[in-house]
């Protein structure tokens, strides 16, 4: 009989006057959590905590887990901009910070889908907490920041008109109004994902998951961090791209989530080593 218990947390947020609100998933809720490993999950743009494998992951992940929802997003409050690259680093601070305060969790594992991994990646390199990590799992993340522009031509007619480019999107079945400024998009190209190549941590094993159809990420970008990640040491990278697979990786969750826990799996056991994984029916890792 599992003793995996759900919670729900609301984390005070100082910087936004808000709660960022996610889900705590605990393997033996009724065990002491001082110094206890955990992985965080991290969706994507216009995305919430149980998006996409988020969830499903969460509810396989052999690990007690936090998922959340950034600032803006979903159930928390404040407001999120499309170029707020630097407000989603502090709502990750903060949930950090919560969880070692509070539980005394110690973070091991980062997860993230698109966004998340950009942001995930960045909080690696700068925090001494990602010193500690041992692993980073970039689903779908986005390296050449200057190719949001290849989009610019959609937002330009309302730009000129009014200002800013409005559409509407469904986020957790729930319709949502997402404002586009052209300041967005210059601080969304400036964001430094560069900074991988000098700060991220030797130790932490990378696993970069990437669809071949991505039309909203070029799969190149996950060439680049096989490059960036692929010659530090004793850290290895993994890359493993899946065919016909989109941005989304729509119909494919549970592929994503085999995927992630099969290279989890050889982690544990130190069989690990840089270059391309093979899982599934092309091959066992």
């Not at 494998?53 to 600032?71: E, G, I, T, V």
């Not at 480019?165 to 994902?193: C, G, H, K, M």
Request: with cysteine; net charge negative.
């Amino acid at each position: 009989m599992t003793t995996r218990k759900s919670t729900k947390l609301r984390i005070p947020h100082s910087q936004d006057n808000c709660e960022l609100v996610g889900i705590l998933e605990q393997l033996a809720p009724n065990e002491s959590t001082q110094g206890r490993k955990i992985a965080l999950i991290l969706h994507g743009t216009m995305g919430h905590k149980d998006y996409l494998f988020q969830k499903r992951l969460a509810l396989r992940f052999p690990m007690d887990s936090f998922r959340f929802d950034f600032r803006g997003n979903h159930e928390s409050g404040g407001q999120r901009t499309q170029g707020g690259f630097a407000k989603d680093v502090e709502d990750l601070v903060t949930v950090v910070s919560y969880l070692r305060n509070t539980y005394g969790y110690e973070i091991d594992v980062v997860v993230g889908h698109s966004r998340g991994s950009v942001v995930g990646m960045y909080w690696l390199c700068t925090s001494e907490e990602g010193q500690h990590a041992r692993a980073m799992v970039n689903v779908s993340g986005r390296y050449r920041m200057d190719r949001i522009y290849d989009v610019a031509e959609t937002y330009k007619e309302q730009w000129d008109a009014k200002g800013f480019y409005e559409r509407t999107v469904t986020v957790a079945r729930q319709a949502v109004v997402e404002r586009i400024y052209p300041q967005d998009l210059v601080e969304f190209s400036q964001w430094n994902t560069a900074i991988v190549w000098d700060k991220f941590p030797d130790q932490i094993d990378v696993l970069t998951l990437h669809g071949l159809v991505d039309k909203t990420v070029p799969t190149y970008d996950a060439v680049i961090y096989s490059r960036a990640l692929g010659a530090r040491t004793p850290g290895t990278h993994s890359l493993h791209l899946i065919e016909e697979a989109d941005h989304n990786f729509t119909n494919r969750q549970d592929e994503v989530v085999d995927c992630i826990l099969e290279w989890w799996d050889a982690l544990g056991q130190g069989r690990l080593k840089t270059g391309i994984l093979m899982t599934g029916v092309r091959g066992k890792l």
